[in-house]
């Protein structure tokens, strides 16, 4: 638990894991981490919310499509084919925001 902005602010609470797949060593680091980053001013669950409502791989596709490839490509049903062919099948419920 932390509080952003000194004694006044609610507490917040950030699960870190589940002991048998984090071990003791490796939540007292990423508790280090996340208490820098509260002494830095710095809201450590903001991170954790953008990755959750990151879109996925399988939308930003379809939107790639339909705003970029239909209005400009004639070719644009090729290009959807080799997405949802070579693409999705691997890529399609990753985040989009996790891809590098």
Request: hydrophobic share 35%; proline share 4%; net charge positive.
């Given at each position: ?26 939540a ?17 669950s ?55």
């Amino acid at each position: 638990m932390y509080r952003l902005g000194g004694r006044g602010a609610r507490k917040q609470r950030i699960t870190l894991g589940s002991y048998p797949a984090l071990s003791l060593a490796a939540a007292r680091e990423q508790a280090r981490d996340i208490f820098a980053q509260v002494s830095a001013g710095r809201d450590p669950s903001l991170k954790i919310r953008e990755l959750m409502d990151a879109d996925t791989f399988e939308t930003v596709a379809a939107e790639f499509i339909e705003r970029y490839a239909k209005p400009k490509n004639r070719g644009w049903k090729k290009q959807e084919s080799e997405i949802k062919n070579t693409l999705l099948p691997r890529w399609k419920r990753r985040k989009i925001n996790t891809i590098t």
